[in-house]
T-cell receptor, first 113, second 112 residues
């Protein structure tokens, strides 16, 4: 099925570092979402963005809805060990197309040994 | 419970057998979604139920896959004549009138 292009696929972090990941699409979405998935669990919503250009924060997380409506990024500031996991972006045509989510391939965040 | 629950958490089956996966959505949520997550991949939409409307089946990969939702609550995803490529984690999500989707923990299906 269709997926968004999410990068990087994986990254190593050191505690205290800032990290950044992004997502691009060939299609326009009117909602962008960022989820985190821990092993053996379903994705948990971190941030939702509803307007082009919107910049939203949730604690140490900041995400932006691209002005073209075809991209989004997520920043994590001052990373801590519990930030390890897989982060997914998802695009949604809210109130259309069944509200189904189209997911990126994920960014696996790992701790530097 | 407060969240979406799914059962079983793990299912191992032999190629060619049928399997049923169950989802209990959050009470009162009218929308229910099934997604599939292959190893190391993002989630792929399968099917969507909203109230009493006809389901959106546009994501089902073949006619071996079907799903139903009884009484507007519990949903069952059925895979007939399972194949090895069906091995994946099957995730269910529910939402209230199309708002934030809350995911269950998933069922890990392994087809031998």
């Amino acid at each position: 099925g269709q997926q968004l292009n999410q990068s990087p696929q994986s990254m190593f972090i050191q505690e205290g570092e800032d990290v950044s990941m992004n997502c691009t699409s060939s299609s326009i979405f009117n909602t962008w979402l960022w989820y985190k998935q821990d092993p053996g669990e379903g994705p948990v919503l971190l941030i939702a963005l509803y307007k082009a250009g919107e910049l939203t924060s949730n604690g140490r997380l900041t995400a932006q809805f691209g002005i073209t409506r075809k991209d989004s990024f997520l920043n994590i500031s001052a990373s801590i060990p519990s930030d390890v996991g897989i982060y997914f972006c998802a695009g949604q045509l809210f109130r259309a197309a069944g509200n189904k989510l189209t997911f990126g391939g994920g960014t696996r965040v790992l701790v530097k040994p | 419970g407060a969240g979406v629950s799914q059962s079983p958490s793990n299912k191992v089956t032999e190629k060619g057998k049928d399997v049923e996966l169950r989802c209990d959505p959050i009470s009162g949520h009218t929308a229910l979604y099934w997604y599939r997550q292959s190893l190391g991949q993002g989630l792929e939409f399968l099917i969507y139920f909203q109230g009493n409307s006809a389901p959106d089946k546009s994501g089902l990969p073949s006619d071996r896959f079907s799903a139903e939702r009884t009484g507007g609550s519990v949903s069952t995803l059925t895979i007939q004549r399972t194949q090895q490529e069906d091995s994946a984690v099957y995730l269910c999500a529910s939402s209230s009138r199309g708002d934030t989707q809350y995911f269950g923990p998933g069922t890990r299906l392994t087809v031998l």
